[in-house]
């Protein structure tokens, strides 16, 4: 078994507003972790993510496939996709490769 395994990460990139407050906090706790502040959001989500019982059951029932996605990435040839006239945050794509790091 390899030491270290390389993945491609797909990132997209979103602009969100948060309290002011919050980001007090999400600055400070990335420098408690010594993380980036986007490294401590999206650690975050993944854990709520995970440990929501009722998400996960919304996730597997039929209602999910009628989500919108307001979160859209850009298209792979760098324009933006077409907006409507409600505003939406905006997203971008930017690939990334991962290095995870296996202890022996």
């Known amino acids: 078994m390899p030491l270290i395994e390389v993945t491609q990460i797909r990132r997209v990139t979103a602009h969100v507003r948060f309290n002011e407050p919050v980001v007090t906090q999400i ?3 990335a420098a408690f ?3 980036s502040p986007d490294e401590v959001i ?3 989500l993944e854990y709520l993510f995970d440990k929501d019982r ?3 059951a919304f996730r597997a029932s039929d209602k999910c496939k009628d989500v919108p996605e307001l979160l859209k990435p850009r298209r792979a040839n760098g324009t933006k996709a077409p907006r409507s006239s409600a505003k939406k945050p905006s997203a971008g794509v930017e ?3 991962s290095v995870a790091v296996r202890r022996a």
Do not use: H, L, S, W
Request: hydrophobic letters at 35%; a negative charge; aromatic letters at 14%.
């Open 27 to 29: 600055n400070q706790y």
């Open 95 to 97: 690939p990334v490769e």
């Open 33 to 35: 972790i010594g993380a």
């Open 54 to 56: 009722d998400f996960a």
């Open 42 to 44: 999206n650690k975050g």
